[in-house]
């Protein structure tokens, strides 16, 4: 059965730490993964990963796809409490799009 | 442009009840998805409508119907509510189907009594 599982479940960091968020899947017919934030209400793409090795940035954001073992991960550094959400990871399985649990970050002071 | 449109925010309904949740985008996409999302489960994929004309079924269908009015507007009913249907519900849209990044409503929150 395809599946998507994110790890962990939860985190709580300071200002300023540096986290890694983890994904891992089982689809057929891998195209893509993506990554989306969730604050209070709708998620919010960050990123889409479709080859191996390639690390995707977006300011303090960054992500990297590793096809042979089938895991992302999502890291943030300098974190600042404006990154505290839910972060979903998304695998296409032919139509359709699984998501993970999602991680939630909470970032304090 | 507001993005993806959904009405109601809330709603609170009795088992048995039927209702309509409308979903509308101006973003002239193709395709068109309604999630739940209950806690520690993530997002679960309902329906999907590729292009104007046609739906599929996503993963939990059972106890819903949708309707691609038009280009723009995907509606999603619950028929004969249940508790199990108290959820968050989130319309989306993409250019095309294929794993294109998606577009989300602000959710409705549905509570089954």
């Known amino acids: 059965e395809d599946k998507v599982v994110q790890s962990p479940l939860s985190l709580v960091v300071h200002e300023g730490d540096t986290v890694t968020l983890n994904c891992s899947y089982e689809?057929?017919?891998?195209?893509?993964l993506l990554w989306y934030k969730q604050e209070k209400k709708a998620p919010t793409f960050l990123f889409m990963l479709t080859s191996s090795g390639i690390e995707k940035k977006s300011g303090r954001l960054s992500s990297i796809l590793d096809k042979k073992e089938l895991f992302s991960i999502l890291n943030i550094t300098a974190t600042q409490t404006g990154d505290s959400a839910v972060y979903l990871c998304a695998v296409p399985n032919n139509n359709d799009m699984r998501f993970g649990a999602g991680t939630r970050l909470t970032v304090k002071p | 442009n507001a993005g993806v449109t959904q009405t109601p925010k809330f709603q609170v309904l009795k088992t048995g009840q039927s209702m309509t949740l409308q979903c509308a985008q101006d973003m002239n996409h193709n395709s068109m998805y309604w999630y739940r999302q209950d806690p520690g489960m993530g997002l679960r994929l309902i329906y999907y409508?590729?292009?104007?004309?046609?739906?599929d079924k996503g993963e939990v269908p059972n106890g819903y119907n949708v309707s691609r009015l038009n280009k723009r507007e995907f509606s999603l009913r619950l028929e004969s509510a249940a508790p199990s249907q108290t959820s968050v519900y989130f319309c989306?849209?993409?250019?095309?189907?294929?794993?294109?990044?998606?577009?989300f409503g602000p959710g409705t929150r549905l509570t089954v009594l």
């Open positions: 689809v057929t017919n891998f195209r893509s």
């Open positions: 409508s590729a292009s104007e004309g046609t739906t």
């Open positions: 989306a849209s993409s250019e095309a189907l294929g794993g294109r990044e998606q577009f």
